[in-house]
C-alpha cells in the first residue's frame, strides 16, 4: 500500500506534463484537466482507506533511508486534508470548464490546465512532505503555478496584484530557506521525524527562536494578523475561480504546515500565549475588515482572513480538543470559503458586478443561486445546524476547558468574530438578493462563452460543493472521531516517527 503515497502528487504533476504537450488542443485539455484531478482525488481516496486500515504509512523515494532521503509520509490528518482538498480542486476544475472564458479556451488554455494541474501537485505535496526541504519545494511549487493563475487574462490591476503576492511569498520563502538552514545547523537534520527527536535536546532559548521563525514564515503564508495585508489586496483581483482556489487551499496549506511542525517538532504541554493572542487578533481584525468593503470578494477574503484565526485558536490550544477543533474548521472552511467564490462567480455572470453598491434584486432574478449563497454563507457564520456550527462548538468547547484564563477569552472573542461574520452575511444578502436592483446599474456583459450547458455545469459544481458542506454536518460524528484520532496522533507523534524511522519503505 505504500506505493499508494506519491501518486496524489504524481498524477497531477504528470498530467501538467501532458497538458502542457497537448497545450493547443482545446478538446483534450478539458477531457485530461479533470481526469487527472479526478486520478489524484481516487488515488488519495484510497490512500485514505489505507491509512485507516493499516495506520501511518510512509516512503523513502529513491531508496534512501531516512532521514537522509526524501520522505513522503500519509498519516490521518494529512489524508484526510489530501481527499477534501482534491475534491474541491476537481469541482473548481470543473466549474472552469463550464465557464469557457479567461484562461480556459483559446490560446489561454494552454496555460490554465498545466499550471492548475501543477498547483495541484503542490498541494498535495504539502500534505505529504516529511521533511523541511520538500516542504519549501512544495510550497515553491504552488508559489509559481499561483502567479501564472493569478496573472491569467492579465490586466493593469492584475498584474500589480500578482507583483504584491509573489513579493510577500518571496520575502515568506527567503524566510522559511532561512529558517531550515538554521534549523540543520542546529540539529544536523530537516527530517520532521527526526527533529521531533533531536529538537527537545537543544537549548531552550534555541527551541524558542527556531519556533518563532517557522510561526513567522507560515504566519506570512497563512495570513496571519498582522501579517495578513497582502492577501485582501491580491485574492480578488484574481478571476474567480482562481481566487476560489487561492481561498480554499493555499492559506490552508500554511495552516497545516504550522500545525505539523508545531506539534511534532515544537511540541509543549500548555497553550501558548503568542498564539491564542495572534488568533484573536486575526479574528477581530479579519471580520471587521469584511464589514468595511463593498466588494463581495474582497468581504470574502477579510472574512478568509479572520476565520484563519479560529484554526489558529485550535492549535494554540496544543490538547487533543483544541486540535481536533482545528482540524473539523480546516474541513469545513476550505469547502465553504470555495464554494461562496463559486457562487460570487455566478452572480458576476448574471450581472457583471460583485459591488455591493451595485448590486441588488438577486433574489428575484435567481433563486437558485440565492439558495446556493444563503447555505455557505450560513455555515461561514456559524448556524446551526451547519458545518461551521459544529466546527466552532468544537473550538468554544476546547476552549473552555482549557482552563485557561487567556483561552476563556479567546472563546468569547471567537463568538463575536461569529456574529461579526454573521452581519457580513447578512448585509450582502439584504443589499444584494432582497434590496431592488439599483436603477444605475449595468447590464451584465454577454459572454459567447457562456454556453447553456457550460451554466448547467457552474451551477451543478457549485451546488455539489453546497450539499458536500452539508454533508460534513450531517456526517460531523465520524468526521469528528477521525479527527479526534488525528489529533492524538499529533499530540503524541509516536506513530509518525515509528512509520518514517523504521517503518518506512524504500
Not at 358 to 373: D, E, K, N
Not at 379 to 399: D, E, I, R
Amino acid at each position: 500500500m505504500n506505493v499508494l503515497v506519491p501518486l496524489p502528487f504524481a498524477l497531477p504533476l504528470l498530467g501538467a506534463a501532458l497538458a502542457m504537450i497537448a497545450r493547443r488542443r482545446g478538446t483534450w485539455l478539458r477531457v485530461l484537466g479533470p481526469l487527472a484531478a479526478a486520478s489524484s482525488v481516487a488515488a488519495s481516496a484510497a490512500l485514505l482507506a489505507a491509512v485507516a486500515r493499516d495506520g501511518v504509512l510512509a516512503v523513502q523515494m529513491g531508496g534512501w533511508a531516512a532521514p537522509l532521503g526524501i520522505t513522503l509520509v500519509a498519516d490521518r490528518l494529512s489524508v484526510l486534508l489530501l481527499v477534501v482538498s482534491g475534491t474541491v480542486l476537481l469541482a473548481i476544475m470543473l466549474h472552469a470548464v463550464g465557464e469557457g472564458a479567461g484562461g480556459t479556451d483559446g490560446h489561454e488554455a494552454g496555460v490554465f490546465y498545466p499550471a492548475y494541474l501543477t498547483l495541484t501537485a503542490g498541494v498535495s505535496l504539502v500534505f505529504l512532505a516529511g521533511d523541511l526541504f520538500n516542504l519549501f519545494v512544495a510550497f515553491e511549487v504552488m508559489l509559481a503555478s499561483s502567479y501564472v493563475l493569478m496573472t491569467l487574462t492579465p490586466t493593469a490591476e492584475r498584474v500589480r496584484a500578482g507583483m504584491t503576492y509573489t513579493v510577500v511569498s518571496l520575502t515568506s520563502s527567503i524566510l522559511f530557506l532561512t529558517s531550515l538552514g538554521l534549523t540543520y545547523a542546529a540539529a544536523g537534520t530537516v527530517n520532521l521525524a527526526d527533529l521531533s527527536t533531536r529538537v527537545p535536546d537543544l537549548p531552550g532559548a534555541t527551541r524558542t527562536a527556531l519556533g518563532l521563525l517557522f510561526l513567522v514564515v507560515f504566519g506570512i503564508k497563512g495570513a496571519i494578523v498582522p501579517m495578513h495585508m497582502w492577501l485582501p489586496d491580491s485574492y480578488p483581483v484574481a478571476l474567480t475561480k482562481i481566487t476560489a482556489v487561492f481561498a480554499a487551499l493555499l492559506t490552508k496549506a500554511a495552516v497545516y504546515s504550522l500545525i505539523r511542525v508545531e506539534t511534532l517538532v515544537f511540541p509543549r504541554e500548555h497553550g501558548s500565549w503568542v498564539m491564542l493572542v495572534l488568533a484573536a487578533g486575526t479574528i477581530i481584525i479579519g471580520t471587521l475588515g469584511a464589514l468595511t468593503h463593498d466588494d463581495i470578494h474582497r468581504v470574502f477574503s477579510f472574512i478568509l482572513v479572520g476565520h484563519i484565526g479560529y484554526m489558529l485558536f485550535g492549535l494554540a490550544l496544543f490538547d487533543v480538543a483544541g486540535l481536533t477543533g482545528a482540524i473539523l474548521y480546516l474541513v469545513h472552511h476550505i469547502v465553504v470559503q470555495a464554494t461562496l467564490f463559486l457562487v460570487s462567480d455566478l452572480i458576476q455572470g448574471h450581472t457583471g458586478e460583485t459591488s455591493l453598491h451595485r448590486l441588488g434584486g438577486l433574489a428575484g432574478l435567481s433563486a437558485f443561486i440565492s439558495v446556493l449563497f444563503f447555505i455557505p454563507a450560513m455555515s461561514v457564520s456559524g448556524v446551526p445546524p451547519t458545518s461551521g456550527f459544529v466546527a466552532k462548538l468544537a473550538l468554544f468547547q476546547a476552549g473552555v476547558a482549557s482552563g485557561s484564563v487567556l483561552a476563556y477569552a479567546v472563546t468569547g472573542v471567537a463568538v463575536v468574530g461569529s456574529v461579526l461574520t454573521l452581519m457580513a452575511m447578512s448585509r450582502i444578502w439584504t443589499l444584494g438578493f432582497w434590496r431592488a436592483r439599483p436603477e444605475d446599474a449595468q447590464e451584465p456583459p454577454k459572454s459567447e462563452s457562456y454556453t447553456r450547458g457550460g451554466v448547467r455545469l457552474m451551477q451543478s459544481v457549485t451546488a455539489v460543493l453546497v450539499v458536500a458542506g452539508l454533508l460534513i454536518a450531517a456526517f460531523a460524528g465520524p468526521l469528528a472521531s477521525w479527527s479526534r484520532h488525528a489529533a492524538s496522533d499529533l499530540v503524541s507523534g509516536d506513530d509518525y516517527r515509528n512509520a518514517v524511522l523504521d517503518g518506512g519503505t524504500p
